[in-house]
Nanobody
Framework: QLQLVESGGGLVQPGGSLRLSCAAS????????IGWFRQAPGKEREGVSC????????NYADSVKGRFTISRDNAKNTVYLQMNSLKPEDTAVYYC???????????????????WGKGTLVTVSS
């Protein structure tokens, strides 16, 4: 059974850091691009970052560039999102998602996503 399971969310103060993990099972991770998305209360789900199957290329939303880093370890079937210098506006449920292809472009939105995790809550507050 295909699964994406996020972990690592929690409460952090502004300026702090968190590392999210997305553990994949039921498919061969190395063939697919993976993305991180987030949804804040009352807002639409938005793309945060994505990484191609071989980690050769990454995309970031302008709002997180220079603060967030996506990476993957295909041998461990895991994709990570390191989040530094967190701001209150980063508060959201963060989801990892599988793209249908080995490549990804955040500008394409959600149309190429075929599987979602259930999400992990990140709260940035003092």
């Amino acid at each position: 059974q295909l699964q994406l399971v996020e972990s690592g969310g929690g409460l952090v103060q502004p300026g702090g850091s968190l590392r999210l993990s997305c553990a994949a099972s039921g498919f061969t991770l190395e063939y697919y691009a993976i993305g991180w998305f987030r949804q804040a209360p009352g807002k639409e789900r938005e793309g945060v970052s994505c990484i191609r199957h071989n980690a050769g290329r990454t995309n970031y939303a302008d709002s997180v560039k220079g603060r967030f880093t996506i990476s993957r370890d295909n041998a461990k079937n895991t994709v990570y999102l390191q989040m530094n210098s967190l701001k209150p506006e980063d508060t959201a449920v963060y989801y990892c998602a599988r793209y249908r292809n080995s490549w990804c472009f955040l500008e394409d939105g959600l149309k190429d996503i075929d599987y979602w995790g259930k999400g992990t809550l990140v709260t940035v507050s003092s």
